[in-house]
């Protein structure tokens, strides 16, 4: 009742100005930064910003509500599309095993740019632990059920091993690109076709990750408010 007096208050004299203009209720304290509107506020962000910059700012976002992760993971899904083009590009080239180093930098390194950006990186993990007092075996526990905490910090170990297991056609590719004309059609395809599917689903299990991480952010937000009020009505 007291915020939504606060919010019509507020629009009653916005409005004279601007006949369009919302208002967002967000908290100044950094471990209640998830209640009110901040999830609103950060869609909204998303969705009006013009479309030759909206990229870079959800890039530029950390990751503290389900709108902007879920706009981030598009963003990083588009991102698969222009990384296995390049990774066919070089299995165009024909000199044996270029596309086999080249497609495991590739891979590893964007594997990596998901994982800082959907904030499963040590550090921030990290500081959401300091922040909202959740315990670390808490999360890693959280994360096991979906990515082992073990395979992020060591992530390039983990893709390399999860790429092997998707390459099936790697062999073929190498064969095949010295098959005039063909072959390299056959090489491209099979290199776009693996690095798209590793990425793929390596994103898609962060993505079920950083939600979980998410859900226990809002969830030990929620405790500490609790704990607040009542140590206000001993008072």
């Known amino acids: 009742e007291i915020l939504e007096r606060i919010r019509n208050n507020c629009l009653e004299y916005i409005r004279t100005v601007d006949s369009d203009a919302e208002v967002f209720l967000i908290s100044g304290h950094l471990k209640y930064r998830v209640r009110f509107d901040f999830g609103k506020l950060n869609e909204t962000l998303l969705r009006d910003y013009p479309s030759l910059k909206r990229e870079s700012m959800i890039l530029s976002m950390s990751v503290m509500c389900k709108e902007v992760l879920v706009s981030k993971v598009a963003a990083l899904h588009r991102r698969i599309w222009f990384v296995a083009g ?3 590009a070089v299995a165009a080239i024909p000199v044996p095993f270029l596309s086999l180093g080249f497609d495991a930098t590739l891979v590893m390194s964007e594997a990596e740019f998901y994982k800082k950006q959907l904030g499963l990186d040590q550090s921030n993990l990290q500081k959401l632990s300091n ?3 959740i315990p670390m075996d808490k999360i890693e526990k959280e994360l096991n059920e979906i990515f082992p905490l073990q395979h992020l910090n060591a992530l390039r170990a983990f893709v390399l091993e999860f790429a092997k297991k998707q390459a ?3 062999t073929t590719e190498e064969f ?4 005039p004309y063909v072959g390299t059609a056959i090489a491209s395809t099979l290199s776009f076709g ?4 590793v990425l793929y689903k390596i994103l898609l299990r962060m993505e ?5 991480i998410v859900d226990v952010v809002i969830h030990a937000s929620n405790r500490m408010i609790q704990e607040e009020q009542q140590r206000q009505q001993l008072i």
Do not use: D, E
């Open 176 to 179: 095949a690109r010295f098959v």
């Open 168 to 170: 099936v056609g790697t």
């Open 131 to 133: 922040v909202y007092q």
């Open 194 to 197: 693996v690095c798209y599917i």
């Open 208 to 212: 079920r990750a950083s939600l979980k």
């Open 86 to 88: 390049a990774s066919a």
